[in-house]
């Protein structure tokens, strides 16, 4: 069973610190990018960051530059998100995406695979 299981969410103060993990398994994922996305409940999905197959190109949704970081295991494929100076308004479920086509992560909408993701909570 092909499966991406995110980890690392949680309740954090304002200005805080998080990093989700991203373990995929059940398949090679070494051709595919990957990436993250969130929802809040009664809105759109939201692109954050996604990484290149080969680690080599990152792209990142505005509001996360400078404060989230994305990266990648290639032996593993398993990817990282680095949150730092957190906001209430992060707070959300954070999802893993799978896609072949790195753009496809980037519009949040139709991947290829999705975790079942993961509650961030920042508290004010």
């Known amino acids: 069973q092909v499966q991406l299981v995110e980890s690392g969410g949680g309740l954090v103060e304002v200005g805080g610190s998080l990093r989700l993990t991203c373990t995929p398994s059940?398949?090679?994922?070494?051709?595919?990018?990957m990436g993250w996305i969130r929802q809040v409940p009664g809105k759109e999905r939201e692109f954050i960051a996604v990484?290149?197959?080969?680690?080599?190109?990152?792209y990142y949704a505005e509001f996360g530059k400078g404060r989230f970081f994305i990266s990648r295991d290639i032996a593993n494929s398993t990817v990282y998100l680095q949150m730092n100076n957190l906001k209430p308004e992060d707070t959300a479920v954070y999802y893993c995406?799978?896609?072949?086509?790195?753009?496809?992560?980037?519009?949040?909408?139709?991947?290829?695979?999705w975790g079942r993701g993961t509650q961030v909570t920042v508290s004010s």
């Open positions: 990484i290149s197959k080969d680690g080599g190109q990152t």
């Open positions: 995406a799978a896609d072949l086509r790195l753009w496809s992560v980037v519009a949040a909408r139709e991947v290829d695979y």
């Open positions: 059940g398949r090679a994922f070494d051709t595919y990018a």
